[in-house]
């Protein structure tokens, strides 16, 4: 029998790197500090608990990079994403969950797997020496004991921002006599839904009157608050307002796609969504409504938006900080720490953002720290494919457009090599620009799986089942 490995982080990526290492015939403890210890932003003792969202964004891999890293996912046979599929909502062109019953899910898998130990309990500074193999998954709330170890043997300064949480709406307190449903464009999702959103209309008066409340309202504060940056994926709504008073309404406030059924000729100036977060839809989160308002002005401000006048929250929304590490200087090839090959990273705490780009990294340490107990050699997946450029960007493919600017990063197709698409069809007619724009994201998509397929022939312990 083979020593364990050691996951630290029950998370998506910890929960995704130990089920790759158990598939792959290694036995492996999963040590999670909750409840032992719990966090700012938890509210279960779940693995995989979601925080933020309950969105893996887009699931189409012909036409959307997220989509890609999906299929890649399901392909190398992703306990993250059966349990998403498995616990889908409806969500127009995104794969969102129930995240109940999706960490409920992961959980069940995980302790059922013979190979797999959960270790209930908090590792406090650098793991034992004995643990000869060890992944940290310890995400964006990595706890302060072993965030000081790891600076302390990296001499490194750890990176940080701050992440917000958007609210949650109870269904039967949102006036549906004002918001109706309807997607984006009427695009329908994995479940064939195009009624995935609720949508709240504002005149411009009401839009003006919004952003002053916004401007105005009392916010969380912090010590070393002006010296730490936000990732620009997941900013607070106030922050997007400072920004601008017009940023919001071509953010996630936009109006296009959407038609008031009640008066279709009366073009909104801005729309507030909500999609559903559970599967009973009882539960309706505000779309990019991620805040550092204080509790009190959320209830009284966001009851300003039309159709939520009498809004009953399940939850507010909320802040947290995020720490990652400089992964370009610290990490190899195979998320090893140079200063101690012994230890790998894996998810947020590497410098990706995103559940899905968690998920993959960890998926990937999971693998190559199983391969490496195994007595076997493995390299990330080419760079063509959605999971290898995570991989080069993390591990230093950034640096090539200047030093010293590494941020988090979702997959986009910017991080894959480009590829030509065809300037005319099988007729002979010249394609014009968005006709191009979908081939080549097709292409780019056919070239990662195959490559993809390729790379996962390798080690028949490793290959997908």
Not at 34 to 39: D, L, M
């Amino acid at each position: 029998m083979f020593k364990p490995i050691h996951v630290i982080g029950g998370g998506l990526a910890g929960s995704e790197a130990a089920w790759q290492i158990a598939q792959a015939g290694v036995p492996v403890v999963l040590h999670e500090m909750r409840p032992v210890r719990g966090t700012d932003a938890h509210q279960t003792d779940k693995l995989a608990e979601l925080v933020c969202s309950n969105s893996f964004r887009a699931d189409d891999w012909t036409g959307n990079a997220v989509g890609l890293l999906h299929a890649e996912m399901r392909a190398l046979g992703s306990i993250i994403m059966s349990a998403g599929d498995a616990h889908q909502v409806p969500a127009g062109g995104a794969l969102a969950v129930d995240r109940e019953g999706f960490a409920e899910a992961v959980t069940a898998r995980l302790e059922a797997h013979p190979l797999v130990t959960i270790a209930r309990e908090e590792v406090a500074g650098l793991p034992p020496a004995a643990w000869d193999s060890v992944i940290i998954a310890t995400g964006p709330l990595t706890s302060p004991a072993l965030a000081e170890a790891i600076l302390g043997l990296t001499g490194e300064d750890a990176l940080s921002f701050f992440d917000a949480i958007a609210p949650i709406v109870n269904f039967d307190s949102i006036d549906m006599d004002v918001a109706w449903r309807q997607s984006r464009y009427d695009k329908e999702g994995p479940g064939g839904d195009a009624a995935a959103y609720i949508n709240c209309p504002m005149d411009r008066d009401q839009y003006e009157a919004f952003i002053d409340a916004l401007l105005a309202g009392p916010k969380s504060e912090f010590k070393d608050w002006e010296h730490v940056p936000y990732f620009d994926g997941c900013l607070p709504i106030e922050v997007m307002a400072e920004r601008g008073r017009e940023t919001l309404r071509h953010g996630p406030m936009k109006p296009v796609g959407l038609t008031n059924p009640r008066d279709p000729m009366v073009k909104a100036h801005a729309i507030v969504q909500l999609r559903q977060d559970n599967a009973l839809g009882t539960l309706w989160n505000m779309v990019g409504f991620q805040t550092k308002l204080k509790h009190g002005a959320q209830s009284e401000i966001f009851r300003m938006i039309p159709g939520l006048e009498k809004a009953v929250f399940a939850r507010l929304g909320g802040l947290h900080r995020n720490t990652f590490i400089n992964s370009p200087r610290l990490l190899d090839g195979t998320l090893r720490l140079k200063a101690d090959p012994r230890l790998r990273f894996a998810g947020q705490v590497t410098g990706v953002e995103g559940y899905v780009e968690s998920a993959a990294v960890g998926l990937l340490a999971g693998r190559f720290a199983a391969a490496e107990r195994l007595g076997r050699s493995i390299a990330a997946p080419p760079a063509t494919t959605a999971m290898g450029a995570l991989v080069g960007h993390i591990t230093g493919g950034h640096l090539e457009g200047g030093k010293g600017s590494f941020q988090p990063m979702n997959i986009n197709y910017g991080l894959m090599p480009p590829i030509e698409p065809p300037k005319r069809d099988a007729e002979g007619r010249r394609l014009g620009s968005k006709e191009k724009s979908k081939l080549k994201k097709r292409a780019m998509g056919d070239r990662a799986l195959a490559d993809l397929a390729t790379w996962v022939d390798g080690p028949p312990a490793l290959a997908a089942e």
